[in-house]
């Protein structure tokens, strides 16, 4: 079992920036990469962005690229991101989730899955 939690959510003016974290606790080496998922109400759930739990490229959505950065602490079984440029249109809960095969922008690969947190973007 892995055990993920989301933070860092939170109410920002639109071109405002905010950082999510995901820690993730338990097996976490049970995993060869994590990402980054949000879902709006009454939308699928959508991907954002997703890294290597070793060393490796990363992978982001047309949607947020050179606007989001994802990284990742492995000394603290923690990975975050960043989100720059804040649009209303990212407003979603967000998600980190695991991943071990399979497309990066399923998330029916994905196994395991935090609670969430909600990001809201005004304009």
């Known amino acids: 079992q892995v055990q993920l939690v989301e933070s860092g959510g939170g109410l920002v003016q639109a071109g405002g920036s905010l950082r999510l974290s995901c820690a993730a606790s338990?097996?976490?080496?049970?995993?060869?990469?994590m990402g980054w998922f949000r879902q709006a109400p009454g939308k699928d759930r959508e991907f954002v962005a997703a890294?290597?739990?070793?060393?490796?490229?990363?992978y982001y959505a047309d949607s947020v690229k050179g606007r989001f950065t994802i990284s990742r602490d492995n000394a603290k079984n923690s990975m975050y991101l960043q989100m720059n440029n804040l649009k209303p249109e990212d407003t979603a809960v967000y998600y980190c989730?695991?991943?071990?095969?399979?497309?990066?922008?399923?998330?029916?690969?994905?196994?395991?899955w935090g609670q969430g947190t909600q990001v809201t973007v005004s304009s």
């Open positions: 989730a695991t991943r071990n095969d399979g497309s990066y922008t399923d998330p029916a690969n994905y196994d395991y």
């Open positions: 338990g097996r976490t080496f049970s995993f060869t990469s």
């Open positions: 890294i290597r739990w070793s060393v490796g490229p990363t």
